[in-house]
């Protein structure tokens, strides 16, 4: 049975699927919008299983919740599921879920990623008809789809350990849909006009790390030249003479999702005399010992000379409960 953390990972990939292929059909004229739509979805689903994976499956991690009026007018005390108006629980949204992740749990998600959505939950909320206008909107706006597909995959596979190698990760440039050299060139609206500036803005001050797995935006160059006769050709493969890179990585993300920063970040907020000191650390590394509460996994599965990383069960806290006082608003939760 899959875990609910895997159900919402599941639902995401669907999602991303479906604004690639709305965004590489040769004639859409919602391409912009619909991606945006899809993949702002896609994002959320995958941060709200995140959520999860870090919370033990939990479904209360990604609830929302209010406090009720009182006949005085007043407000309770008492946190109570918000509703939705079919009845049905309300979920946190995709702002909250990245919040929740790094306040809650000091997930470290790279500050582009954020960025990145920002911008392209700005181009939904905008809802602008882009096609045949606005030329550098629409280039503006793939280069942010670009950066959002490369940072999906990424955080998939950091975060989940899966494979995602079967799929075509990209959008296909617009030198592919259209003659750039001759497209006709047409005055933006007052409001592209400001939407492109926004973005542009926002696309220049964002500070890459040229080594990192994310980006706010990503550029394209698009050349067209001769392949070079004999040059060899790198594949994905499943066949028998491929070479083997075996990957295991689902199963340990499930089990043990929490990084030691996650682990230090929780004991914070779960405990009120908790500090990082000599105790802690007394208590801590026999724990690292025990395949129950943490397991050591290469950096890089695929490479055996690979750094090292210690990860961790959120059982973990049983053991720490024993020797820390729980702090009054953690109550029973984990």
């Known amino acids: 049975m899959r875990s609910r953390a895997r159900v919402l990972v599941d639902k995401s990939l669907a999602a991303m699927l479906a604004a690639m292929e709305v965004y590489n059909k040769p004639d859409f004229a919602y391409r912009e919008e619909a991606f945006a739509i899809l993949a702002v979805n896609a994002?959320?689903?995958?941060?709200?299983?995140?959520?999860?994976?870090?919370?033990?499956?939990?479904?209360?991690?990604i609830l929302q919740y209010e406090h009720r009026p009182r006949f005085d007018g007043s407000s309770s005390e008492k946190l109570y599921r918000k509703k939705n108006r079919s009845g049905t629980h309300a979920s946190i949204n995709l702002f909250r879920a990245h919040d929740?992740?790094?306040?809650?749990?000091?997930?470290?998600?790279?500050?582009?990623?954020?960025?990145?959505?920002?911008?392209?939950?700005?181009?939904?909320?905008?809802?602008?008809?882009?096609?045949?206008?606005?030329?550098?909107?629409?280039?503006?706006?793939?280069?942010?789809?670009?950066?959002?597909?490369?940072?999906?995959?990424?955080?998939?596979?950091?975060?989940?350990?899966?494979?995602?190698?079967?799929?075509n990760f990209f959008i296909m440039p617009l030198a592919f849909f259209r003659d750039l050299r001759s497209a006709e060139a047409l005055a933006l609206s007052g409001e592209e006009r400001k939407l492109l500036a926004y973005l542009s803005q926002r696309v220049r001050e964002g500070s890459d790390d040229p080594a990192s797995d994310f980006s706010v935006a990503l550029r394209f160059?698009?050349?067209?030249?001769?392949?070079?006769?004999?040059?060899?050709?790198?594949?994905?493969?499943?066949?028998?003479?491929?070479?083997?890179?075996?990957?295991?990585?689902?199963?340990?993300?499930?089990?043990?999702?929490?990084?030691y920063d996650i682990l230090c970040t929780r004991l914070r907020k779960r405990y009120s005399?908790?500090?990082?000191?000599?105790?802690?650390?007394?208590?801590?590394?026999?724990?690292?010992?025990?395949?129950?509460?943490?397991?050591?996994?290469?950096?890089?599965?695929?490479?055996?000379?690979?750094?090292?990383?210690?990860?961790?069960?959120?059982?973990?806290?049983?053991?720490?409960?024993?020797?820390?006082?729980?702090?009054?608003?953690?109550?029973?939760?984990?």
């Open 43 to 61: 994002w959320e689903l995958l941060l709200k299983g995140r959520v999860l994976q870090l919370a033990q499956n939990r479904l209360s991690a």
């Open 100 to 167: 929740v992740l790094v306040n809650e749990y000091g997930d470290r998600i790279a500050p582009c990623i954020r960025a990145n959505l920002e911008l392209l939950v700005e181009v939904r909320d905008s809802a602008i008809h882009f096609i045949n206008k606005g030329l550098q909107l629409e280039r503006t706006v793939q280069e942010l789809g670009a950066a959002c597909l490369k940072n999906y995959l990424n955080a998939v596979r950091q975060w989940f350990g899966l494979d995602l190698s079967t799929y």
């Open 221 to 259: 160059d698009i050349r067209l030249v001769r392949a070079s006769e004999g040059a060899p050709a790198v594949v994905v493969s499943r066949e028998p003479g491929a070479i083997p890179v075996t990957l295991e990585e689902e199963d340990i993300r499930q089990q043990y999702p929490w990084t």
């Open 273 to 334: 005399d908790f500090k990082m000191n000599e105790k802690f650390h007394r208590i801590r590394r026999p724990l690292e010992a025990d395949p129950r509460y943490c397991r050591v996994r290469l950096l890089d599965p695929g490479n055996p000379r690979s750094g090292q990383k210690r990860f961790y069960s959120p059982n973990i806290v049983r053991e720490f409960d024993r020797q820390y006082a729980k702090a009054p608003d953690m109550g029973g939760r984990s």
